[in-house]
DNA sequence: ATAAGTGTACTAAGACAATTAATACAGTTG
DNA sequence: CAACTGTATTAATTGTCTTAGTACACTTAT
């Protein structure tokens, strides 16, 4: 389900974190869901424990996750995911837009540059 | 020119790297400019010259400047920061419009995202 | 020529974060 | 009761970042 690279220099536990953050939000892992327990994703990864534990905390803080000790890890509700996907892509739309701005791209550029890579990457 | 923030928890030659990678691409400092010299700035920021130096090794190795011994580090010509300034972008926004598509986000809706995003940011 | 200024390279040391290992606690489930 | 859950703590290890110091090769101005 989920593959490290040790090339990357990146923390491992932010690397879990963002990688199970993608399968939530592609709807790999359905809302109420049970996740891997920690120590079997940490068997699983050949990582400890611990690492595990630190990105379910992380997940949780953000939302994405609600953990119960005694019985397990679970993503949030559906409508939580939905809000939360919507405000986070905003917030990263909204950071890159911004810098494009300040580089001095008009906003004709902008949305010429939009265009085209929409239809690049829906194919239409 | 710059200002660094400790409680950013990146390398500090990673955040003088991106400062003056936007100082240029905001056109701050022009191409062919001299940058400040690797001692200088290092004493401006009160920061080691080898951190400066490597900042400055990170950014030749992309193509934002070029480095000369004896002579100094300037801004790359022109052509080549628009060239990469448009391929830069081009990557990121293609990154993010592809994350959007994985994440279920109809074509329709990622337009009408930017399009919001894009009046919010251009004031129009 | 000489001095000062340039980028680059190398080593040693310290600081800090990430990771691991081991153990323990509190709660749930069959 | 036994096996499973998440969580917490401590100690040790590892790797990266950063600094300090020194040195080299080159350019520029005096």
Sequence with gaps: MIILDYKDKRPIFE???EKLKKLICKGVIP???KLPSVRNLAVELSINPNTISR?????ESEGYI???IGKGSFVASAE???RLKSTDYKKE???L???GKAQGFSSDDIKTLINET???VYND
């Excluded at 990105?55 to 997940?59: D, F, P, S, V």
Aim: glycine share 0%.
């Design 15 to 17: 690397q879990v974190t």
């Design 31 to 33: 809302s109420d869901e």
């Design 55 to 59: 990105a379910y905390q992380q997940l």
């Design 66 to 68: 609600y953990s119960v």
């Design 80 to 82: 939580d995911i939905k």
């Design 93 to 95: 739309l909204l950071s």
């Design 97 to 99: 837009i911004a810098d």
């Design 118 to 120: 929409v239809k690049e």
